[in-house]
């Protein structure tokens, strides 16, 4: 290739991944908006929240076909292959971490309209910004490339699945306590489950940053809370 087409190159794989990384920003934004919105019972930043997710959802359009089309066109291998493949993978699962920060939002502005639960919503606060943090921390990793911050988040999945199994025993509690609060309660436990599904998707990432920076799968079961049984921490498979 000449040295003109070798730059043209290297500079639609940059964009692609600047793409991903201001996808990951605006998913990052979304998700920390949807949980201040529920904190602060904010109607209008809860709607906004509505409302911007259609820039998601172009942004993924976009990233898949610059994806498709540099493969096409410039028959990526080895490590360039596996950085447009993960631009791709990345990419949906920002996507979809979008769609359940939107939910979230959608389920705040109906407890907005009743009573304050203030301790439970708290207890979502607190989930939140857990989940907000690993978030944050994962695309911090992508953005540098940096393996072991990646793995670190992978590692720490079974704090989400703990907040996640004591705020459903706490909603459970206050639903057979009250039934007046069943209606309520369970707008919360949806909220706590999609914030698990974001620490999930967070988890995914990581696994795809590994797999881009080192060119294997990343082997190992999830972390998983158990109240009973002390786990070890799973060690990453060998880079050859």
């Known amino acids: 290739m000449t040295e003109h087409i070798v ?8 964009q692609l991944t600047a793409e991903v990384a201001r996808m990951g ?11 201040e919105s529920v904190a602060r019972r904010d ?4 709607r906004a929240v509505i409302e911007r997710d259609h820039k998601l959802d172009a942004l993924h359009r976009e990233i898949e076909k610059k994806a498709i089309r540099l493969i096409a066109l410039r028959q990526p291998v080895a490590t360039d292959l596996r950085r447009t493949l993960s631009a791709m993978k990345l ?3 920002l996507e979809r971490t979008g769609d359940l920060g939107k939910n979230i939002a959608k389920r705040g502005l109906v407890l907005a309209e009743g009573e304050p639960m203030q301790p439970l919503t708290r207890s979502i606060e607190r989930m939140g910004k857990l989940v907000s943090m690993r978030l944050r921390d994962v695309l911090d990793a992508y953005a540098a490339s940096e393996v072991d911050r990646a793995i670190a988040v992978w590692n720490t999945d079974d704090e ?4 996640y199994n004591s705020l459903f025993r706490e909603l459970l509690t206050y639903m057979m ?7 309520a309660c369970t707008h919360l436990l949806f909220m706590a489950k ?3 599904r974001i620490g999930d998707h967070a988890t995914n990432i990581a696994e795809t940053i590994y797999y881009e920076v080192t060119g294997q799968e ?3 079961e999830r972390p998983r809370w158990n109240p009973d049984v002390a786990e070890t921490t799973p060690e990453p498979p060998t880079t050859a």
């Open 7 to 14: 730059k043209a190159y290297g500079d639609e794989l940059d």
């Open 25 to 35: 920003g605006l998913a990052e934004a979304q998700v920390a908006d949807a949980i």
């Open 43 to 46: 109607v209008a930043l809860g």
């Open 91 to 93: 990419a949906t699962d």
């Open 160 to 163: 989400v699945d703990e907040h």
């Open 177 to 183: 306590g009250d039934p007046r609060t069943i209606s």
């Open 194 to 196: 999609n914030l698990e």
């Open 218 to 220: 990343f082997i190992g």
